[in-house]
């Protein structure tokens, strides 16, 4: 099992910016990638950036320029660094890691006010 816990999100002005952390814990060796999706009121779940063991990343053509997805393997930590927010950008975060199974953390709120 993989544990993953999530932090950083908040209440932001438009243009602003905020860093999600996310904290793995338990059979991390399984991990083959981690990404950050969000889903907005009413909207599905999306995919917003993703990295991959060798390190390779891609991105949502919505953020690409804007949020940029890293991680510190000493800390077993993803990070998702999110620059020049917009409002349309609100939604709840969820950290996500692909190993032997498809694991998720409770999400944290970003809210983008205009």
């Known amino acids: 099992q993989v544990q993953l816990v999530e932090s950083g999100g908040g209440l932001v002005q438009a243009g602003g910016s905020l860093r999600l952390s996310c904290a793995a814990s338990g059979s991390i060796f399984s991990i083959a990638s981690m990404a950050w999706y969000r889903q907005a009121p009413g909207k599905q779940r999306e995919l917003v950036a993703r990295?991959?063991?060798?390190?390779?990343?891609n991105y949502a053509d919505s953020v690409k320029g804007r949020f940029t997805i890293s991680r510190d393997n000493a800390k077993n930590t993803v990070y998702l660094q999110m620059n020049s927010l917009k409002p349309e950008d609100t939604a709840v975060y969820y950290c996500n890691a692909i190993g032997l199974h498809n694991y998720w953390g409770q999400g944290t709120q970003v809210t983008v006010s205009s």
């Open positions: 990295i991959a063991n060798g390190g390779s990343t």
